[in-house]
Every structure is written in structure tokens, then in C-alpha cells.
């Protein structure tokens, strides 16, 4: 067996009849260094993008929280002072209609007081 037999075997495993005898790999494609960091500049402006939408949300909802939380006490205030205006005045409808109080003698002013 010659050297140019042997390399026309070796090419007949991979060429055919009216076929090119040059094949072409396909590469895997990478990125470069350049690609990888814009990508990750990338990543890391639409994080900080995500993060600062979360925070503006928050700090929306603590106004509405701010301000519900003043309108509930200033609610529960007045609460409070209707109900004691409701016992002073259930007072003074207990106080007419008791037996002791009906008896008792309205005062009228008198003379006033020398020193």
C-alpha cells in the first residue's frame, strides 16, 4: 500500500460521488469577554431596576398606611369622646328620674357674701 492509496481511503470515509471533499465543522458559539461583561451589566441594571420599582411600591403603601393609620386614631378619639358624652347624658336622665333627686329643694341664689 502506497502513501497517496492510503490517503484516498482515508478520504473516501468522508466524501461520496460529486461531493465536496471539504467539510465544515460548526463551532459551538461562545461569548467573549467584551459580550460576558455587557451582558452581566445588563443583568445587573435590570435588577437594580427591579429592586428600585419594590422599593418605590413600599414606600407608596406605607403613605396610604401613614395616613389610614392617623384618620383611624383621630376615628377611635371621637369614638371616645362620644361615648363619654353619651354617659354623661344618660347620667342626668338617671339623675331627673330618681326618687332622692325629686325631692330634693332647687336653691336660689341668695345675697352675696361681705368680707
Not at 460521488?17 to 451582558?39: A, C, D, H
Not at 407608596?60 to 361615648?83: F, G, H, N, P, V
Request: glycine share 2%; proline share 2%; aromatic share 6%.
Amino acid at each position: 500500500m502506497t502513501y497517496s492509496s492510503s490517503l484516498s481511503i482515508g478520504r473516501q470515509r468522508f466524501s461520496r460521488r460529486n461531493q465536496n471533499s471539504v467539510t465544515f465543522k460548526k463551532e459551538s458559539l461562545r461569548l467573549g469577554p467584551v459580550s460576558n461583561s455587557v451582558v452581566l451589566i445588563i443583568l445587573a441594571c435590570l435588577l437594580g431596576l427591579v429592586y428600585l420599582t419594590q422599593v418605590t411600591k413600599t414606600n407608596a403603601y406605607s403613605y396610604q398606611i401613614r395616613s389610614l393609620q392617623t384618620e383611624q386614631k383621630s376615628l377611635k378619639d371621637e369614638r371616645d369622646e362620644l361615648e363619654v358624652a353619651s354617659a354623661r347624658l344618660q347620667a342626668l336622665d338617671t339623675i331627673k328620674n330618681n326618687a332622692q333627686s325629686q325631692s330634693l329643694v332647687s336653691v336660689a341664689p341668695s345675697s352675696t357674701i361681705q368680707n
